[in-house]
């Protein structure tokens, strides 16, 4: 339970580059998630380039503030404008991961009735990603507020993957307990009791 609560996401990284050994160990541990009919559709994008980088940065900044006008004349309209929602910038490695939505491991098996379970499966590695970085105190950060569309055409990849998550990862500038939205009075975590149902 105490790694649950350690683990963040992460938007303020240190400067330390992550060790090559360490990134080969969040993908492979990323590898041994559970995936329907053992499809293992995950495509896992290491972005190096620093063009790419920078088109990423542009674009979620201004996909950011196209969001922001969302909470025009609100109260929050403020909040949100200073809330820091991504690392692209600082975080010393980008991981894009996309669900092949047509694996041929795995023969169809799982997907006839439920095809979004690929892309659930892609879920539950990026899950088991996360917790083994922050086992090693490597931290991770999701960034949501992009055209896939868009990200997809960037990395060039191929017409049938799916982006599902745009992740920074690094060491954290400081750790917390709390999550940042918390932190920054933008959301309070409700109760679980709240959140559980009976039939």
Known sequence: ????????????????????QDMHELLTCAALAPSVGNSQPWR????????VRDALVAHVDEQNALAAERYQGQERYETYRK????????APELL????????????????ATMPEALRYSCVTAIHTLWLTARLRGIGVGW??????????????????WSLIA?????????EFDTPELE????????????RVFER
Do not use: N, Y
């Open 83 to 90: 809330l820091k929602l991504h690392g692209l910038r600082e």
């Open 183 to 194: 932190r920054q009075g933008w959301q309070l975590r409700e109760p679980l009791l709240d």
């Open 1 to 20: 339970m105490q790694l649950l609560r350690w683990r963040r996401d992460v938007r303020h990284f240190a400067p330390d580059a992550v060790p090559e």
């Open 166 to 174: 745009l992740l920074c990862i690094g060491f954290p500038q400081d």
């Open 96 to 111: 894009a991961v996309f669900c092949d939505e047509k694996p041929e491991a795995g023969h169809g098996l799982g997907i």
């Open 44 to 51: 896992f994008v290491r972005l190096r380039s620093v063009t």
């Open 143 to 160: 960034v949501s507020i992009l055209d896939p569309a868009a990200v997809r055409a960037m990395l060039d990849v191929p017409a049938d």
